[in-house]
């Protein structure tokens, strides 16, 4: 099972979409994605994507993501089923991974295609480890963590780029407070559904 897989070897991934839901017929605008393999980056993907229709000024400003760029890129469709290669079997990250998942899972069944790896999210897990930290959106973490970054935000690749950084510091983290050599993804997707008082023995679980 992909769950045993050592948590420095996943795809994380970041949606720009029309809004906030494919229930109400928003489509993904653009997917970005890093490939980690043992802790590097091996690959990425970033693509935009046209979801045949025009999108609001509030996205567009929101994004920087216009109408004129979408009017030119490839359709949803044909984007996915690239992605849906790129991801292949592997593990999924995302920051607010509720929101990407709902995404990638609407636009995958759009084409019948699917992925066989397991989601798990950043944002649950960087509360329970840092619960000191002001806020725990992307931005705020990596300025929390000291993590280089170039400023951009609200981009697809970028956004997933500074999630990577931000997985990789907590995995190292993880294991100088809890003496751990692995940690695996299957301990990721635990800790981020255990209650803060809890943290510590799950942990000597795994130790």
Not at 15 to 26: A, K, M, R, V, W
Not at 33 to 39: D, E, M, T
Not at 59 to 72: A, Q, V, W
Request: glycine fraction near 6%.
């Amino acid at each position: 099972m992909t769950l045993s897989r050592s948590a420095d070897s996943v795809v994380v991934l970041d949606f720009e979409t029309t809004g906030l839901s494919p229930n109400q017929g928003d489509r993904a605008i653009e997917i970005g994605a890093v490939k980690l393999v043992n802790g590097e980056v091996v690959d990425q993907f970033q693509q935009l994507m046209n979801p045949g229709f025009r999108v609001s000024s509030f996205i567009e400003g929101y994004t920087g993501i216009s109408n004129n760029m979408l009017r030119t890129a490839p359709p949803c469709n044909e984007v996915m089923d690239a992605f849906a290669d790129f991801i292949g079997d592997a593990n999924l990250v995302a920051h607010n991974a509720s929101f990407d998942q709902r995404f990638l899972d609407a636009e995958l069944a759009d084409i019948g295609r699917h992925y066989t790896g397991t989601f798990t999210c950043s944002m649950l897990i960087a509360r329970r480890l840092y619960q000191h930290a002001p806020n725990h959106k992307l931005g705020t973490l990596v300025d929390f963590k000291h993590i280089e970054h170039n400023g951009v935000f609200h981009r697809a690749l970028a956004d997933s780029e500074m999630t990577a950084r931000l997985w990789l510091v907590m995995l190292e983290d993880i294991k100088r407070q809890y003496n751990l050599h692995t940690v695996s993804f299957e301990l990721m997707m635990k800790l981020a559904k255990t209650p803060k008082a809890k943290i510590d023995t799950l942990f000597h679980r795994y130790a």
